[in-house]
């Protein structure tokens, strides 16, 4: 009997462990000197100086936006950081899960890309998305004990390279500590 339980749970555990994805290795981004800096007890983030930062809001620690770039611009891009403070510890995987299905049914927004990913030890998953107008979402998630970091990148994929690279290189200089 013990060892019919001792092979359940073998198979249990490794079932488990094949749901979950292997993190691809990044390369931490080089950030310009002249990039400002936001460091808290928990988290660190750089940004250019071009970008506008505006403080706390509900549920938002902050928010930074792209310079206006012409009288037709729809959409400033901009990045934003959430904290979540969760009931109990979970998985990134599961968290994730959880976060894709709540974005798909209340925005009917379609997932284009899921990747998880390892930035000097710091792993963290990728979620790209766009909406029925055409915009496109990028949401970096870490988890740390029982708090959940979602970094968000809102932008119209149809504007200037430069302040793509740039989103991107913003969310690449998050960190937990």
Not at 102 to 120: A, M, P, Q, R
Not at 145 to 162: G, H, Q, R, V
Request: proline share 3%.
């Amino acid at each position: 009997m013990k060892f019919l339980l001792t092979g359940l749970f073998f198979l249990l555990v490794c079932s488990c462990s094949l749901k979950e994805k292997k993190a691809t290795v990044r390369t931490a981004p080089d950030i310009p000197s002249a990039w400002l800096m936001i460091e808290k007890d928990d988290y660190i983030i750089h940004y250019p100086q071009t970008w506008e930062r505006q403080s706390r809001s509900e549920g938002v620690e902050f928010q930074l936006f792209s310079p206006i770039t012409s009288s037709a611009d729809k959409l400033r891009d901009n990045v934003n950081l959430v904290i979540v403070n969760l009931f109990a510890k979970m998985s990134l995987e599961r968290y994730v899960a959880l976060e894709e299905k709540n974005l798909k049914d209340k925005f009917s927004i379609s997932v284009t890309g899921k990747n998880k990913y390892s930035v000097d030890g710091q792993v963290y998953y990728q979620l790209n998305m766009r909406w029925k107008d055409g915009n496109c979402l990028t949401q970096h998630f870490y988890l740390k004990e029982k708090t959940a970091y979602i970094l968000s990148f809102t932008y119209n994929p149809d504007e200037m390279d430069y302040m793509l690279s740039e989103g991107e290189k913003i969310l690449a200089s998050f960190k937990v500590k």
